[in-house]
């Protein structure tokens, strides 16, 4: 039996998804107390258990970059930090050009990422051979490759990033769904859960593809929409793909598991945009990507295949701060990339939250972003 829900915190989290508790895991080490976790769903529900655990550092803007380098470092650190092995392997990410304008893209965003310090280079005819052997290299007009990319799988991030939060503290509720909030003046001051009212010194909305309908539940709005994009797992085969790969193109993405699986998804953007229901021409079009880049993967079956929900802002970046129309409220959502984002986004709000300080890496993708600096053009991303 769960503990009564407490009367008041200093931190409510909605949303136990990763940005949630990597969230509630960063704010913990910087000694914040008092910390609630609350969501309406299971532990992995959301799309922080569905998704292609891909992580990389480079994009095309200095936005994405600046704050996807830091993810990756974070990354480095988390398996030690949370006292649990969280897997995460530089096996290497590389994006695949179909067309000359998307490798001409890629050149430029090359120039972005060492300008930035991100290890990043285009590969050699001979080095595409090597890391992708199996690849159509007719279909390929140019590879960009960061080492220092990877993958994570999400079961043991999810795990250590639960473990670090109960030994620490940091009360986290499942099937706890959040109904109202409640405001004070220019600020938000409670959190309702049915009839039952936590007093909050602060909120941090963290709720995927509901986070729209959390700004609303306090009379304000927020930038997106909920979208699904679906994925499937692969028969496990022989090694044919050692790094993480995205196809601009095409819009896949996807790597072979330590156990020989082909996992990974494509964004489809005509099929219905709030359902978790795989359907059958989202699968039949991954399938027709894999086969056209990868022809040996005909041999293999499909073994699952699956959908999640996200939260998409206008321009498919992040939306992280504090709401411009209400103090303490604040939000990490807009997320595509919120798998391989969570390290840095935990580090960065946490800081935020606790200290005042906004980074200069937050700044770009505060939630006003459309009304003041306008929004962050990133041709580096496998989005329509
Ligand atoms: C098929 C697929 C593949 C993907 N591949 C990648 C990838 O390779 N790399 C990558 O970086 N990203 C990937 N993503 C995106 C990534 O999974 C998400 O951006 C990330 O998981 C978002 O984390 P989150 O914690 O914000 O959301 P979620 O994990 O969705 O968590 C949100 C939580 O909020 C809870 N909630 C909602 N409403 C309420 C409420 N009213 N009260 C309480 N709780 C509430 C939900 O139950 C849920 O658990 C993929 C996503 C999908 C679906």
């Not at 679906?230 to 022989?238: N, Q, Y």
Request: charged share 20%; with cysteine; aromatic share 8%.
């Amino acid at each position: 039996m769960n503990a009564p829900l407490p009367k008041r915190a200093s931190v409510v989290i909605i949303g136990g998804g990763v940005q949630g508790l990597s969230c509630a895991f960063n704010l913990a080490e910087l000694g914040q107390r008092n910390i609630l976790v609350l969501d309406v769903g299971y532990w992995q529900g959301g799309a922080s258990g569905r998704n292609g655990t891909l992580i990389r550092p480079g994009f095309a803007s200095v936005a994405w970059t600046e704050l996807f380098k830091l993810t990756v470092a974070e990354w480095g650190t988390w398996s030690k930090r949370l006292g649990e092995n969280i897997m995460f392997t530089q096996r290497g990410y590389s994006v695949v050009a179909e067309k000359e304008k998307s490798a001409a893209m890629l050149e430029e965003g090359l120039r972005v990422q060492r300008s930035l310090g991100v290890n990043s280079r285009m590969l050699t005819r001979a080095e595409i051979n090597d890391l992708l052997p199996a690849i159509n290299k007719s279909r390929v007009h140019a590879v960009q490759h960061q080492p220092d990319g990877g993958v994570a799988p999400h079961h043991a991030v999810m795990k250590g990033l639960l473990a670090f939060c109960k030994r620490n503290g940091v009360d986290v509720r499942y099937r706890t769904k959040v109904t109202g909030l409640e405001r004070t003046g220019d600020r938000i001051s409670a959190v309702m859960v049915g009839d039952h009212r936590i007093d909050a010194d602060c909120v941090l909305a963290c709720a995927g593809p509901n986070n729209p309908d959390i700004a609303a539940l306090a009379g304000v709005e927020l930038n997106g929409f909920g979208m699904r994009i679906e994925a499937m797992a692969l028969e496990p085969t022989r090694p044919l793909i050692k790094p993480a790969i995205a196809l601009i193109d095409s819009l896949a993405y996807f790597h072979q598991t330590s156990r020989g699986e082909i996992m990974g998804g494509t964004e489809v953007p005509e099929r219905p945009r709030m359902s978790l229901k795989a359907d059958v021409p989202v699968m039949a079009s991954m399938a027709k990507i894999y086969l056209e880049m990868f022809p040996q993967l005909g041999e293999v079956r499909i073994l699952r295949h699956w959908a999640g929900q996200l939260h998409a802002s206008s321009d498919f970046a992040p939306l992280m701060g504090e709401h411009p129309e209400l103090q303490d409220f604040w939000f990490s959502a807009g997320w595509s990339y919120g798998f391989a984002g969570a390290p840095a986004a935990g580090k960065l709000l946490a800081q935020a939250i606790k200290t005042g300080q906004i980074d200069h890496r937050l700044k770009p993708f505060a939630l006003n972003r459309f009304e003041t600096t306008g929004p962050i053009i990133e041709a580096g991303i496998v989005m329509a």
